[in-house]
């Protein structure tokens, strides 16, 4: 359950940035070229944080699968192996993308490595308590 809810706060957080736009956008540390967009009004801002917070919708729904809180779901060993390679990974090489997101704050990159990273490790683990079970 801790990777679903590490998911779901995550999507929540970045609904927040659509919600409530360019100051949660730069609060987030999402750089000044997001935040402008989003106060112009730019389609760009929305339509990214909407993909990721579908993407992290799901993560939050297989995660609950694993802890056995809804059904099983297809492909669950495969899918949260996925999530939490993609989340560790995320942590551990975020400085090897800072170049192509240059806008994003120093802030931005520590918080979410080390938050990735821990997701990742939480997934992996909740994985490992599961694989012989389902």
Same mark, same amino acid.
């Given at each position: 359950?801790?990777?679903?809810?590490? /998911?779901?706060?995550?999507?929540?957080?970045? *609904?927040?940035?659509? &919600? =409530?736009?360019?100051?949660?956008?730069?609060?987030?540390?999402?750089? %000044?070229?997001?935040?402008?967009?989003? %106060?112009?009004?730019?389609?760009?801002? #929305? *339509? *990214? !944080? #909407?993909?990721? *917070?579908?993407?992290?919708?799901?993560? /939050?729904?297989?995660?609950?699968?694993?802890?056995?809180?809804?059904?099983?779901?297809? =492909?669950?060993?495969?899918?949260?192996?996925?999530?939490?390679?993609?989340?560790?990974?995320?942590?551990?090489?975020?400085?090897?993308?800072?170049?192509?997101?240059?806008?994003?704050?120093?802030?931005?990159?520590?918080? #979410? /490595? &080390?938050? /990735?990273?821990?997701?990742?490790?939480?997934?992996?683990?909740?994985?490992?308590?599961?694989? #012989?079970? !389902?």
């Amino acid at each position: 359950m801790a990777g679903a809810i590490f /998911s779901a706060v995550a999507a929540l957080l970045h *609904v927040g940035c659509i &919600v =409530f736009g360019a100051p949660w956008y730069r609060f987030m540390g999402a750089g %000044e070229r997001m935040a402008r967009m989003a %106060e112009r009004g730019h389609w760009y801002p #929305t *339509v *990214v !944080t #909407t993909a990721i *917070v579908c993407v992290l919708s799901i993560w /939050s729904v297989y995660a609950m699968s694993g802890a056995g809180v809804i059904g099983r779901l297809p =492909f669950l060993h495969a899918v949260l192996l996925g999530i939490g390679a993609v989340y560790l990974l995320r942590g551990v090489a975020a400085f090897a993308l800072v170049p192509f997101f240059p806008g994003n704050s120093l802030r931005f990159w520590i918080v #979410t /490595s &080390v938050v /990735s990273a821990v997701a990742g490790a939480v997934h992996l683990l909740g994985l490992k308590e599961i694989w #012989t079970r !389902t």
